[in-house]
């Protein structure tokens, strides 16, 4: 929805996307950006998706404009289900270098916080309330501690997921080791997160993280809840009619190994830009008959 690169869109486009999508039977909105929480009219589109029948409406924000406890109220009452924010650290010094944006933390917390429990006036219930962590070098040794702090706020999901190389902004591109770390060194942490959530009856789970890292872990995957052939309805009407390939497509690998591993069908493996710093000597595979999703027992709203 909204782009530092690219002029937002106006409301009446997006009511007429919005309108479209409905027509294709599209059941799910998801508002990004950029920062869709920065629009002055957010919240008229939240409840113009609302008015059309959408049945889960989410917006994905940083939260710092969240701050403001009457703008959660007023997405709540305009029939916002699902608010998604990201917090990356359980601390302002890493979480605020991350993000370049000194104060950040503080303003995300308490966006979380205002989120949390908020009421509405449209009869669907209260906000469900998730947070996604981007796993990097600087802040996978907080993750236990970062589990924490989500739980305390009183989240309902979290997910932490494994920086993308092919995604990393120009500021930090050219220091790939500085940011990415391996994968056999996070995995531990990761685990030790997971488990928290699961103590506290909180479901959380973790993608980019190949299966054979996940042993124990496995219904915790992200990867494992990709139904096959999903499709969505994009900006624009831009059509993906199997997610699932075009992620595959979009630079996973995978090594000759890899065949041997129990995991090898769920598995999508690791980008490409991993491989050529790092290499793909530290994932071995892990031997038994191939499995299916089907085989392994799900959790939380899958469950």
């Known amino acids: 929805m909204a782009n530092r690169e690219k ?28 920062e869709p929480t920065i629009r002055k009219d957010i919240v008229e589109i939240v409840s113009y998706a609302h008015e059309l029948g959408f049945e889960e409406i989410f917006i994905i924000t940083n939260g710092r404009m969240l701050f403001y406890k009457e703008l959660a109220r007023k997405l709540s009452d305009a029939g916002l289900t699902h608010i998604l924010f990201s917090l990356h650290a359980p601390e302002a010094r890493i979480h605020d270098y991350l993000t370049r944006s000194p104060g950040s933390f503080e303003q995300t917390v308490q966006g979380i916080r205002n989120a949390v429990g908020v009421g509405n006036a449209v009869g669907v219930g209260n906000i469900i309330v998730e947070n996604n962590t981007v796993i990097t070098r600087k802040n996978y040794k907080s993750l ?42 996070i995995h531990k942490y990761v685990h030790r997160a997971l488990d928290i959530g699961k103590e506290k009856n909180i479901w959380c789970t973790a993608e980019g993280i190949p299966f054979c890292y996940m042993q124990g872990y496995e219904k915790n995957a992200t990867e494992l809840y990709m139904a096959p052939q999903r499709s969505i309805l994009g900006p624009g009407g831009r059509y993906v009619a199997d997610v699932n390939k075009s992620r595959r497509e979009c630079g996973k690998i995978k090594a000759e190994t890899c065949s041997r591993c129990r995991y090898y069908l769920l598995c999508e493996g690791i980008w490409g830009h991993y491989a050529e710093h790092y290499g793909m000597a530290e994932f071995k595979p892990v031997a038994g008959r191939y499995l299916r999703s089907s085989d392994i027992a799900r959790g939380g709203r899958h469950a």
Not at 157 to 166: R, S
Request: proline fraction near 6%; charged fraction near 30%; avoid cysteine.
């Open 144 to 185: 236990p501690k970062l589990a924490e702090l989500l739980i305390k706020l009183g989240v309902d999901f979290y997910e932490f997921i494994l920086v993308n190389p092919i995604t990393i902004n120009s500021y930090f591109r050219g220091r790939f080791e500085e940011f990415v770390p391996r994968i056999s060194e």
């Open 7 to 34: 002029p937002g869109k106006s409301t009446e486009d997006v009511k007429r996307e919005l309108a479209n999508a409905r027509k294709n039977r599209v059941q799910r909105i998801t508002f990004t950006g950029g």
